[in-house]
DNA sequence: AAGGCGTGGGA
DNA sequence: TTCCCAAGCCT
């Protein structure tokens, strides 16, 4: 992995804060493009958070975003720069956990801090048949604690690499492969038959289902939208006007609420849906409804943008993905 | 402490 | 299709 070959803090930094509950293969080519637009940290603190959130665009926990724009300015401004080299300090950034601040440690600085991500979760939970949940102070705290007492001190980087490599390739989720595994010999879980029962979890997650009824205004080049605020998913990033409506509306209805929403009356104009799409996070099914049209409007709430900076605006993938389609199938000039 | 926060890939 | 979930952190 390209972050492996360098000892920079602040690439490695980077690269941890990309990998939060995040593939490899989905990160890799968004390491390469922040770093490339951002080689030092003093670049990424005099961006804009609108810059910042750009080039996170995709990607998804945008929060990791805006918390590595917060910590490069406190790199700046207390550190002069230099990235901090002690635990504590690199624990006190914002958006960096035990987790990130064990591997920067380790990493970077060769210190004796033992990772606990969810691979080490899963390998240690195994080997040693623990099955108290791991979503619960408990189990956290043993593995945590086993976790650390595993640490080979003299080799804190290579041990942490390892271990993470081990439970990404061999100790995998599903099918993993104990056949093979060189550890199998002393694996409890394995010699109980309790491979596929561990790590335990004692919750699931509800799923909360939301319609999204998004208007696409589109006039002389320019498109109407606005930021999402604060207390709701996708914070800071760029959406057309929207109602949220708990189900699916009457024509009447609709109309009444986006005369309400855009300031001006449009009852008269018949609304077709141009696209139903859905989007499945974590803990939320968002439906999404797309309705276009042509109008005049001023609102403090909403900004007009040219259709060619659409590109440098962080949007949810959900929105963009509907631009992608109406651009790229020629459908645009017969909607408007 | 528990719930909120994205996205894409694999089974 | 649907479900699960991946190198977590914040409030």
């Not at 390469?32 to 030092?40: S, T």
């Not at 002690?86 to 970077?108: E, M, N, Q, R």
């Not at 080799?155 to 995998?172: L, S």
């Not at 596929?196 to 208007?215: Q, T």
Request: charged share 25%.
């Amino acid at each position: 992995m390209p972050w492996k070959e360098t000892d920079d803090p602040y690439a490695i930094w980077l690269s941890e804060i990309i990998l939060q509950q995040t593939r490899v293969a989905q990160g890799i080519k968004y390491y390469h493009k922040i770093l490339e637009r951002f080689p030092k940290v003093q670049d990424l603190a005099n961006a804009s958070e609108d810059e910042v959130l750009s080039s996170w665009k995709g990607l998804g926990y945008y929060s990791r975003a805006r918390n590595l724009h917060t910590a490069a300015k406190t790199i700046v401004r207390d550190f002069g720069g230099v990235f901090p080299n002690t635990y504590d300090d690199i624990l006190a950034l914002k958006g960096v956990g035990p987790y990130t601040a064990a591997a920067i440690s380790s990493f970077a600085f060769g210190l004796p801090y033992a990772v606990v991500d969810g691979n080490v979760y899963r390998v240690l939970s195994r080997y040693f048949g623990i099955s108290d949940p791991i979503d619960e102070r408990v189990g956290r705290l043993r593995l945590q604690q086993l976790a650390q007492e595993c640490l080979v001190t003299g080799a804190p980087g290579d041990y942490n690499q390892a271990i993470m490599d081990f439970g990404a390739m061999v100790c995998t989720p599903a099918l993993p492969q104990c056949v093979a595994c060189p550890m199998s010999l002393h694996c409890r879980a394995y010699h109980e038959d309790r491979v596929s029962n561990l790590p335990v979890k004692a919750k699931k997650i509800a799923v909360r289902e939301r319609h999204f009824l998004y208007f696409v205004i589109i006039r002389d080049q320019h498109i109407l939208l606005s930021k999402r605020g604060r207390g709701d998913i996708w914070q800071g990033l760029y959406e057309p006007p929207l109602i949220e409506a708990k189900e699916q509306l009457s024509n009447i209805e609709l109309a009444q609420k986006a005369s309400l929403l855009l300031g001006k009356d449009i009852s008269h104009r018949l609304l077709t849906p141009v696209e139903r799409t859905k989007q499945k996070l974590t803990h939320q099914l968002i439906r999404a409804t797309f309705y276009h049209f042509d109008l005049e409007v001023e609102h403090r709430d909403f900004q007009w943008f040219a259709l060619t900076d659409l590109d440098q605006l962080a949007m949810p993938r959900i929105v963009d993905r509907h631009f992608k389609k109406m651009f790229s199938s020629g459908l645009q000039a017969s909607l408007f």
